[in-house]
């Protein structure tokens, strides 16, 4: 499964970079605000030094909900860098967008997803990624989790290649049952990268291995 980091933060992303396990990088217009990045050119440069930093693909997403304005600015944001991804949201407009944009050979993010139905209309566009938004549903006592796996289930059956991109990760544990159910990628804050780290029996072992070291060797 990839490691994506869901940022606008540079910091947090080369310290995502350095601990060695980052494959990418999902951003939004409310994580750029965020950050106090506005205004077209400021946010254009933002997602070049993202790119910049990081080895794998980068999402910026469109702003426009019209068919032409989506294909105006997702022209204008691959030129930036070839690893950027083109997030689109998933509305009618956006499935359009999404089919034209495969045509062209340029990658796409499908975003806003919370429906079977909807990753499959967009595995059918084209889209490289559908993103499925856990923490969201489970804020409504939806099983987010549980629609990952259907739209895996879906895609397997007929052999789409769009990959599923769990979104709106919250903590570890969301990002264990999505390696558990096979999502193709998750993207979440670096807080809940660093959490899997963690273990109270880990910080006890060393602590010991440190004292009788210590004990044999002062």
Do not use: W
């Amino acid at each position: 499964m990839k490691f994506f980091i869901d940022t606008a933060n540079l910091q947090e992303i080369r310290e995502a970079q350095a601990l060695g396990v980052l494959d990418g990088v999902t951003t939004n217009p409310s994580l750029m605000a965020k950050e106090g990045i506005t205004g077209r050119e400021n946010i254009m440069r933002h997602y070049k030094a993202i790119c910049d930093i990081v080895d794998g693909d980068v999402s910026a997403e469109v702003i426009s909900i019209d068919l032409e304005g989506m294909i105006r600015e997702g022209e204008e944001l691959v030129e930036i860098d070839d690893k950027i991804v083109v997030k689109i949201p998933m509305t009618k407009e956006g499935v359009k967008a999404l089919k034209y944009f495969s045509g062209k050979g340029i990658r796409t993010n499908c975003t806003l997803i919370f429906s079977a139905g909807q990753a499959l209309l967009a595995a059918k566009a084209g889209a490289t990624y559908v993103s499925p938004f856990v923490g969201r549903l489970d804020d409504i006592s939806t099983d987010g989790i549980g629609l990952i796996e259907q739209i895996l289930t879906i895609y397997r059956n007929y052999n789409f290649e769009t990959q599923v991109l769990a979104a709106s990760v919250r903590h570890p544990m969301h990002i264990i049952q999505c390696a558990e159910v096979g999502a193709d990628v998750m993207t979440g804050p670096l807080s809940a990268m660093e959490a899997l780290l963690k273990h109270p029996l880990t910080d006890i072992g060393l602590e010991k291995f440190l004292s009788d070291y210590k004990k044999g060797n002062s």
